[in-house]
């Protein structure tokens, strides 16, 4: 009996910290490393650059339908020349509703010209939008997981364990 009480605490511990890694892993790739990009670009120069292409590609995750504005430009900074296809921070997909991804990609037909935002520490890193990416938002209800899943594994590693006078 007593071994069942083990596999059922170590299953609990295991189940929270799978939650945590999970969590705390899309709460920085969804939400505190575009955040961070976002501040950075704050020191940005904004230089003309012209596109080269844009399209939009749908993707379709279980019932709903992501939107990704893919897009090729070209800058030039300092000189030289460069091209990007950096169009906000998200990590994946643009966060857009169907309407405002149309409305981008038509705005940045090829040949149009726009402003694109670069890194003077490293000029190949370029992007168009630095507005907050909609996808942003899921890094806090990741984070919420995460703490979720450590809050089960503190209480199940708090738990008192049953004596052996408990159990048998």
């Not at 991804?101 to 992007?127: E, F, I």
């Not at 939008?129 to 919420?144: K, L």
Request: proline share 4%; glycine share 10%.
């Amino acid at each position: 009996m007593k071994r069942g009480l083990v596999s059922e605490r170590v299953k609990f511990i295991g189940a929270g910290s799978f939650a945590a890694i999970l969590g705390f892993w899309f709460a920085w790739v969804a939400g505190l490393a575009p955040l961070r990009e976002l501040e950075e670009s704050r020191s940005w120069v904004e230089v003309p650059c012209e596109i080269i292409s844009s399209k939009l590609s749908q993707t379709r995750v279980g019932l709903r339908e992501r939107h990704r504005v893919r897009v090729r430009y070209r800058y030039f900074f300092q000189g030289e020349a460069y091209e990007g296809d950096r169009f906000d921070f998200s990590a994946g997909s643009t966060e857009f509703g169907l309407r405002q991804a149309r409305a981008a990609v038509d705005a940045l037909s090829a040949g149009a010209w726009t402003m694109c935002a670069v890194d003077p520490n490293d000029p190949s890193r370029a992007v168009i939008s630095r507005e907050a990416p909609g996808a942003m938002w899921y890094g806090g209800a990741s984070f919420a997981l995460g703490l979720l899943g450590l809050g089960a594994v503190i209480k199940t590693l708090r738990r008192k364990r049953p004596s052996p006078a408990d159990v048998g």
